[in-house]
């Protein structure tokens, strides 16, 4: 099978690292032209050496939603990646270790910044010929199974899932599609941060931390890739996947179904 999306445009948000940084990778193997956004601008600046002929990089940061209309009012779009989040940072077993305010940031940009994006998007999205448009959003199986480690980050992923499906409605007229990927473990900066916040004793390693919680929760007993989700991105966002829409799709090791 072979996924050509020459001539296409991707926007990505959270697209320096980990999880968007694979998909804005795959959509350039793929052919596309991507337009990478973050808001760390020297990661970005390093992500577009690598393929400097098909990605353009802005930074941005998705809470501000003015800026990201700017953006979108600039450049064409065909498909529309939201992968952009950030966890609390703050251990959360039980939830009253938090207060209320470790809520704020986390749902901002984790849930708000999805939603100023596809709403920044949404105008430009509808232009021209949409049957081969598509929106991804990056949720998390915490969004689906009520996660303690992290309450503002599951109640937000959660939310972004549920926004997800109400978007797929009123895009489906105009043969817009959007669905959800959600990471069960992925190595990325944020699953690190999730493991700072919620050790038991000082002198636990992340890989030891790691080791032990996926084979506790992940029937495979085995770490989910960063290029998976690129791979499944670009196949949603392909004419394979003119008919799936509305879906949470999840590449979790069966963490879900174990649930």
């Not at 915490?142 to 309450?151: E, F, L, N």
């Not at 890989?207 to 290029?227: F, H, M, N, V, Y």
């Amino acid at each position: 099978m072979t996924i050509d999306l020459s001539n296409q445009h991707a926007v990505i948000t959270g697209a320096a690292r980990g999880i968007g940084a694979a998909i804005a990778t795959s959509f350039i193997d793929a052919g596309a032209s991507v337009l990478a956004l973050d808001a760390d601008a020297e990661a970005l600046s390093e992500f577009e050496e690598s393929s400097p002929d098909q990605i353009e990089t802005c930074p941005v940061d998705v809470c501000d939603f003015e800026a990201l209309q700017k953006i979108a009012s600039d450049r064409p779009v065909d498909h529309l990646v939201c992968a952009a989040a950030i966890g609390s940072g703050v251990g959360g077993f039980p939830f009253w270790n938090l207060t209320p305010d470790d809520w704020n940031g986390v749902v901002e940009v984790t849930l708000m910044g999805t939603v100023k994006t596809i709403h920044a998007f949404a105008p430009h999205l509808l232009e021209g010929e949409t049957k081969r448009k598509s929106v991804t959003l990056l949720a998390s199986v915490a969004g689906q199974i009520g996660s303690q480690t992290d309450p503002p980050y599951s109640a937000s992923k959660a939310a972004v899932i549920n926004f997800a499906q109400c978007a797929a409605k009123d895009f489906a007229p105009h043969g817009i599609r959007v669905n959800t990927l959600s990471p069960g473990m992925v190595k990325t900066a944020l699953n690190r941060s999730v493991f700072e916040a919620n050790k038991e004793t000082p002198d636990q390693s992340f890989e030891e931390w790691s080791a032990e919680k996926i084979g506790k929760i992940t029937p495979l007993a085995r770490w989910q890739e960063a290029d998976e989700f690129g791979a499944m991105a670009v196949y949603l966002a392909s004419n394979y996947g003119k008919n799936i829409t509305g879906q949470t799709l999840n590449i979790d090791g069966g963490q879900v179904m174990h649930s």
